[in-house]
Structures are given as C-alpha cells and as structure tokens.
C-alpha cells in the first residue's frame, strides 16, 4: 500500500531544492501527498478498515502541520508547492 523505491525517488527528485535534497519540506509534503492519495484510494474499496483510517488522519495531520509550518517560514514557496501539487481547491 506504501510507495516503493522508485516512485519515491521520482517524487524527491522532482520536488528537491537541490542536488541532494531528501527532506526539505517540499519534499516530506509532496511524498505525504503520495501516500494520501493512496490511501484514499484503498479506504474507496475497503471503506471499513478502520486502522486505514485512522493512519490516514495521522498522515494528513502530519502535512497540514508541515504546510502550516512552510507557510509560515516563506510564503512564496509554500504557494509554489500547493500549487504544484493541486492543494487547496
């Protein structure tokens, strides 16, 4: 259900801020972003696992909290990501 190595190399290398970038916090949101999206769609077909569920709030919490954080440090970046990724409406 998780991201395998490859797909998570892509989303790093595409969202990193530089060569060797692994956790800036563009790129914990855009993999965080992954895994949501995953989930979301395994919770569609399983709408009872509630252990799915409850992982999926904590991840979601977890990036509004990064996201929160983003904006709060520079604002343009944090415009350029959700915009990246199709946050926010």
């Given at each position: 259900?998780?991201?395998?190595?490859?797909?998570?190399?892509a989303?790093?290398?595409?969202?990193?801020?530089?060569?060797?970038?692994?956790?800036?916090?563009?790129v914990?949101?855009?993999?965080?972003?992954?895994?949501?999206k995953?989930?979301t769609?395994?919770?569609?077909?399983?709408?009872?696992?509630?252990?799915?569920?409850?992982g999926?709030?904590?991840?979601?919490?977890?990036?509004?909290?990064?996201?929160?954080?983003?904006?709060?440090?520079?604002?343009?970046r944090?415009?350029?990501?959700?915009?990246?990724?199709?946050?926010r409406?």
């Open positions: 259900m998780g991201l395998d190595r490859a797909d998570k190399a989303i790093i290398t595409e969202h990193a801020t530089h060569e060797t970038d692994t956790g800036s916090t563009e914990q949101v855009a993999v965080l972003t992954e895994r949501i995953g989930l769609d395994h919770l569609r077909v399983n709408n009872r696992d509630e252990a799915t569920r409850r999926l709030r904590s991840i979601v919490g977890r990036r509004r909290r990064l996201l929160q954080y983003l904006n709060g440090v520079d604002v343009s944090y415009r350029s990501l959700i915009s990246r990724l199709g946050l409406g």
